[in-house]
Each structure stands twice: as C-alpha cells, then as structure tokens.
C-alpha cells in the first residue's frame, strides 16, 4: 500500500471517530507529513465525501491590471510634471528675477507648449483608466489585494515622498542661505502641492477597512474635480499666454524674417572690416544673400549711415514676445508688430537672434 494510500484510509478512519481537522493536521505534521500532503489529503477526502469539487481559486493581479496600474502610473507623471512645468513658465514670466538674464526667459513659449500637449493627451487617458480601475475593483473587490496593484502603488508613493522630502530639503537649504525669493517659494509651493497631493490620494487608497475604502471614494471623486480644475485653469491661462497655433505660426515667421537680417547684418560686417571700413552703399553689393522677407517677399530696407552705423528695417506680423510695442528696447532683435528698423553697427558683433520663441 502506498503512502498516500495509508494517508487516506487513515483520515477516513479517523473522520469517522470525530477527529477535527485541527487536531489531524497537527499529529500528520508532527509525524513528519509536509503540510501541503497534509491539506491535499484533506481536501480529497472532503471531495469525496461531499461529492463536490473544490473551486478553484484564482490569485487577483493578472496581466491586465498591470497594465492598467502601468499605464495610470505612467500617465500620471506625464501630466503631473507637464502641470509643473506649466505653471514654473508662468511663475518665471510674472516673478521676473533681476539678475537672470532677459532671454532666460525666451524659452518658456516652447516649453508651454509641449508642457500643454503632454497635460491635453495624459490627463484624460489618466482619468480614463483609473476610471476603469475602479470598476474592476467594484466588480472584483479581491483585486484591491493584488500584489501587483501594492506593489506599483508603494513605488508611487516612494516616488512622490521622495520629491516631498526634496523639495522641503530645497526649501530650507536656501531658507538658511539667506537667497529666497519671491520666485523660488512659488516653485516649492508647487511642487509640494502637486506631489503631496499625489501622496495623500494613493496613501489613502491602501486603507483596508471596509468603511475607510468608501471614504477613500469620496474622496477620489474630490481628488479628481480638484485635478480637473487645477489642469484646466492651467490650460487656459498656458494658452492665453502661449496664444493659438496661428499666433505661434506668425511668430515663427519673424523669427525667419530675424535670421535673415542676421545673415545680412554679417556680411555688411564683413565687407566693412574688408573694404577699409566703408559699409556697402546698398544690399545690392551684397552677393549670396537674400534681400527680401522669407515669408512675405517684400524687401529689407538697408540706411547707411554716419560711421560705422547703418539700420535695418523689415515688417513683423506680431510683436516680440517678451516686451510690449510701447516699451521697445532697440538693442537686440526685439521689435514691434509692423515695420521696424534696427540700428546696428559695423563695428560691433551682430546681435544673437534666438532660435526659439
């Protein structure tokens, strides 16, 4: 007779005189029996005698709800950082700082607007999915203890303590320096308030009691019309400031129209420094360069004048970005919209235009 055949007999036996499971399944395992054989030989006799197969259970966590978790983790750092980057361009614009320089901020219309692409693209695909996370966990409450779901969660939560922890580190380390600014505090401010929300959501969505988790609903419908609004007063203020694709078009194309004067302003620099310091008595002395706008095709105005002195002048559709028409500088490439002439000189470098808006 086989073991597992003894094994069987003797719980059979022993069933019949009134021995619990309990007491079985400790005088097997101090017999040696592996607790596994021990549970095996007693699921098999209960399947025998009830004449019922025991269900098979199915662990939660499958391939599916990592894609979901995946997917609402990765979304959500999409469009948690795009919302800072949006609002640190917009805290740059209205806090200017004195000792950053003015084409430190030239760079902040195309950060707005990858920032608002990556906010319109991931903030629903987000609500979206954690929308249907949270009709998998109603239709299958076992699923709130997936590992998968733990595991993913406490990363999230390890990720946003961590830029808590850092940006107060931050905070202090210049609070002691003595070089805060009115700036810096709005950065931190954000910060702490876009990642300390994260980590309160999730924190409180690993609460085990029953009436904590239904609390926890409530509370993620708050969590989610607090983000909506938030993201959409960020939409419309990144666009009022960035203004639509076609503002952006016109933009780009003063932007060409100032690389061409560039180029021109360069070689009337050159033939200054090789014609004896005598600038060309017109752009028809220039060769190689082209004398009209890129866009529209009307021509660059070239004035000569006393020296080494000579303008410049060209029509732009809308004004520079940084400065408002009433209160132009004349230094650099900055202009107004319409016609515009820039005094520049031979003897000095040709102004460096940015290459971006």
Known sequence: MSQNEALKQFLDAAKAKGATNEALAALLRGRGWPEEDVYRALADHFEITNGLEIPTYKRSGSAKDAFLYLLSFSTLATWTIALGSIIFSLIDRWIRDPLSPQNYYAGTFYQIADSLACVIVAFPVYLFVMRAIGREVQAHPDKLESSIRKWLTYLALLAAAGVVVCDLITFLTYLLRGELTGRFVAKVTCVLV?????????????????????????????????????????????????????????????LRTLNQLAQLAQQINAKWNSRGKILPASLDDLTGAAKEDPVTHRKIVYHPKSGSAYELCADFAVASPEVLPENVSREGWTHPQGNFCFQLDAERNVPQVPYFY
């Open 194 to 254: 876009i990642s300390g929300g994260v980590f309160w959501y999730y924190l409180s969505s690993m609460q085990k009691d029953a009436g904590r988790r239904e609390m926890q609903s409530k509370r993620g419908l708050w969590a989610a019309l607090a983000a909506s609004v938030l993201v959409v007063a960020a939409l419309i203020v990144g666009f009022h400031v960035l203004g639509g694709p076609g503002t952006q078009r016109l933009l780009q194309a003063d």
